[in-house]
């Protein structure tokens, strides 16, 4: 039987559900092998098991055969599957704990695999974009928060900018087609930021209805 360990929520990704005039534009979550590469370093933990079966095989060949040389890199090459496998675990966990949103008023941020927050970004709290873009597509979209917002560097990891951790920017990571997802964003946000905001003057007992940017 299937179960969904969020099914909780009244929008998958949100703790509660839209206003009226707030829609769904995309959702998404990391790619769990782009993840394991690019937060976890998962190449990286490769290369150096690899390394050190190379150094114990050459090591061995000094006094013994070949094939007997390559059977004393067996548990480098064990300890190194058995890391790589538990680095793939961990990003597979979080890219399935993983929802993130775009709405034409804001981005939303569901994070954590052991605990479990949202955030919640306006578009006006978001001063930049970038988008960290890979091959096949996969891509990160970092984003530099403005006024006197600030997000903590540890709680959010590794849904950042990697090593920004002074002004931390939120970072939609790993996602397949980023490049897309980027247009989306920068759209929603041009026209959040731009649109009209009507407010009341009752001055004097004048009534006026002034007209201007968010």
Request: charge should be positive; include cysteine.
């Amino acid at each position: 039987m299937s179960h969904d360990d969020f099914n909780f929520e009244p929008v998958r990704g949100l703790p509660e559900k839209l206003p009226r005039d707030e829609h769904i534009l995309w959702q998404g979550s990391p790619d769990p092998w782009a993840l394991a590469k690019e937060a976890l370093g998962v190449k990286w933990v490769a290369a150096y098991f690899l390394a050190l079966s190379a150094w114990r095989v050459g090591a061995s060949m000094t006094g013994e055969s070949f094939g007997v040389a390559l059977t004393h890199a067996i548990p480098f090459v064990v300890i190194g599957t058995l890391a790589c496998g538990i680095l793939y675990g961990i990003a597979w966990m979080q890219s399935r704990a993983t929802v993130y949103t775009l709405t034409n008023k804001r981005v939303a941020m569901r994070i954590g695999a052991a605990l479990t927050m949202t955030l919640n970004l306006p578009y006006t709290w978001i001063g930049n974009a970038n988008l960290d873009l890979r091959k096949g597509g996969t891509g990160t979209i970092a984003m530099e928060l403005i006024g006197e917002t600030r997000l903590s560097y540890m709680m959010t990891w590794p849904h950042v900018r990697p090593w920004k951790m002074a002004r931390t920017q939120p970072a939609l990571r790993c996602i397949p087609e980023a490049g897309k997802v980027a247009a989306i964003l920068a759209e929603a946000a041009e026209a959040r930021v731009n649109e009209p905001k009507v407010t009341r003057n009752t001055d004097a007992g004048a009534i006026a209805v002034a007209v201007a940017a968010e």
